[in-house]
């Protein structure tokens, strides 16, 4: 059974969000405070992590960058107004999804499912599928999830990675922005291309030295390395 760790100072949110999310077989804890929260992400394994931006002690995009340091685990960010910039700050802190307020609880059930299910299928496609992508310095191990950069490993999020691996896929072909929203996010929503823009941008700087993300203006990206072999 998954576990949800629901980061929110609401108390009046808790409750009903445990009960809803039992309805669908996941386990929803919850923590008023983010101090509380990273200490329980710490002591016990948790599937993903929901936060809302507006928190006692620091604010929901503190909490993501505190997190970030030490997990990659999925996180949904709460935004209050729904606004493009809160969306934005979130998804360059490392946040795989948002969820604007007031929202209806099956939506919020529906968009962690999807990100569970994207992480449960990812050993499943790498069985059927080549486990290793190597290219000259990069190794990517779709079965672990891992990638090493000259030997080195890369620590991503889960959709840093699952956007690397989409590029590997199919190495030189170019991807539209909506075509990777629609392969990455497993849903219909709101069409959010500026999130695609981020989420290259985070998994680019990860990957330095080495520039094998091109920019097809107008088109989309491409993941453009040769093949070869990882000094990992």
């Known amino acids: 059974m998954p576990r949800i760790l629901l980061i929110d100072d609401d108390e009046h949110l808790a409750a009903p969000l445990t009960t809803y999310f039992a309805r669908f077989g ?12 990273i200490a329980k992400l710490r ?6 992590a929901i936060l809302d931006v507006m928190l006692p002690e620091m604010d929901g995009f503190e909490l993501c960058r505190e997190i970030r340091k030490e997990s990659d685990i999925p996180i949904v960010m709460l935004t ?14 490392g946040a795989d999804d948002y969820v604007p307020k ?14 569970l299910r994207r992480q ?13 992508r190597v290219f000259d310095g990069l190794l990517i191990d ?24 989409l ?13 990777i929203l629609n392969r990455l996010r497993g849903h219909e929503a709101e069409l959010f291309t500026r999130a695609v823009d981020i989420v290259v941008s985070r998994l680019r700087k990860k990957l330095e030295p080495l520039d094998c993300i091109k920019t097809l203006r107008n088109a989309g990206y491409a993941l453009a390395v040769a093949p070869g072999e990882s000094s990992s």
């Open 142 to 165: 779709l079965d672990r999830r891992q990638v090493m950069r000259h030997g080195e490993r890369v620590e991503l999020t889960g959709t840093e990675f699952d956007l690397l691996a």
């Open 102 to 115: 007031p929202f209806e609880p099956r939506e919020l059930v529906a968009r962690v499912q999807t990100i």
């Open 80 to 93: 209050a107004r729904g606004e493009v910039m809160d969306r934005v700050v979130g998804l360059e802190l």
């Open 26 to 37: 996941c386990t929803l804890d919850s923590a008023k405070r983010p101090s509380e929260g």
């Open 167 to 179: 590029l590997a896929g199919e190495p030189g072909k170019v991807f539209s922005r909506d075509d």
């Open 120 to 132: 449960r299928s990812a050993p499943a496609a790498a069985a059927a599928n080549a486990q290793l």
């Open 43 to 48: 002591a016990g394994h948790y599937d993903a």
